[in-house]
Nanobody, 121 residues
Framework: QVQLVESGGGLVQAGGSLRLSCAASGSISSINDMAWYRQAPGKQRELVALITSGGATSVSDSVKDRFTISRDSAKKTATLQMNGLKPEDTAVYYC???????????????WGQGTQVTVSS
């Protein structure tokens, strides 16, 4: 019913930049929070950045001052601009959204399939 599709991952040298995009589609009435998570090999999935429906943002301390999250609510998209990338940023990045479906009074969490980001030293 809801699909989240990420794009923009890839291989970049340390200090470089990447821009991840997430597009939501399906029987969507509204989207509350949208977020980016990441999971490195052998580690737990962690929250990287979140943006509310009102545009308030928060980012983890590990990426503060380097990553910026934004969204276009009309287009149902979220973007993660990543600057000053470090090898420790290497992970699979997942888009997450709290979505209320049409004809529903409840919201549910949805995940994208993930996109690989690899930062070489």
């Amino acid at each position: 019913q809801v699909q989240l599709v990420e794009s923009g991952g890839g291989l970049v040298q340390a200090g470089g930049s990447l821009r991840l995009s997430c597009a939501a589609s399906g029987s969507i009435s509204s989207i509350n929070d949208m977020a980016w998570y990441r999971q490195a090999p052998g580690k737990q999935r962690e929250l990287v950045a979140l943006i509310t429906s009102g545009g308030a943002t928060s980012v983890s301390d590990s990426v503060k001052d380097r990553f910026t999250i934004s969204r276009d609510s009309a287009k149902k998209t979220a973007t993660l601009q990543m600057n000053g990338l470090k090898p420790e940023d290497t992970a699979v990045y997942y888009c997450n959204a709290d979505v209320r479906l049409r004809y529903s009074d409840r919201s549910s969490m949805y995940w994208g399939q993930g996109t690989q980001v690899t930062v070489s030293s």
